[in-house]
C-alpha cells in the first residue's frame, strides 16, 4: 500500500510538473501572438503610411490632363457633346436653353450663348486657341479638323 501510495504521489506531482508547464507553454505562446500582431500592426500602419504618400497626390490629380492635339481633339468631343445636348433640348421643347443650367449637365469650361430661339454658338479655349461650333456646322468634320 505504501508503494501505492508513492506511486499516486509521484504520479499527481508529475500532473502538476505537467499542467505547470503547459500552462507556461500557453503563456508563452500568448506572449509571442501578442509580440506578433503588434508587430503585424506596426508593419500595416507602415505600408499605410507608404501607400498615402504616393496615392495623395494621385487622387488629387488622378489623370494626367492632356495637351496638344489630343486635349484639341478632347475639346472638339466635348463641344459636340453639349452640342447634342442642345440640340435634345431644341427637339424636345422647340427652342435653344438660355444657358447650359436649363440642360441639367455642368460643362466647366465650355462657353454657351443663344443666338435665337434656335441659334447657338458653344466654345471653349484650348492652349489658347478657341474652338466655336455653330448649329448646322458638321460634328464629324468638327471634331476631325486640324
Aim: net charge positive.
Amino acid at each position: 500500500m505504501k508503494d501505492a501510495v508513492n506511486q499516486l504521489m509521484k504520479q499527481v506531482a508529475d500532473d502538476r510538473e505537467e499542467n505547470r508547464a503547459e500552462v507556461v507553454a500557453a503563456r508563452e505562446r500568448a506572449a509571442r501572438r501578442d509580440k506578433m500582431r503588434w508587430l503585424q500592426a506596426v508593419v500595416l500602419v507602415i505600408a499605410l503610411a507608404i501607400s498615402l504618400i504616393f496615392a495623395i497626390p494621385m487622387w488629387r490629380q488622378p489623370f494626367p490632363e492632356p495637351a496638344g492635339a489630343r486635349a484639341e481633339h478632347d475639346a472638339r468631343r466635348t463641344v459636340v457633346f453639349a452640342a447634342q445636348l442642345v440640340e435634345q433640348r431644341i427637339r424636345s421643347s422647340g427652342r435653344a436653353p438660355q444657358n447650359f443650367d436649363q440642360l441639367g449637365v455642368p460643362l466647366p469650361g465650355i462657353t454657351y450663348r443663344r443666338l435665337d430661339s434656335l441659334a447657338y454658338v458653344i466654345s471653349t479655349t484650348v492652349e489658347g486657341r478657341t474652338l466655336s461650333f455653330r448649329r448646322g456646322d458638321d460634328p464629324a468634320r468638327f471634331v476631325g479638323a486640324p
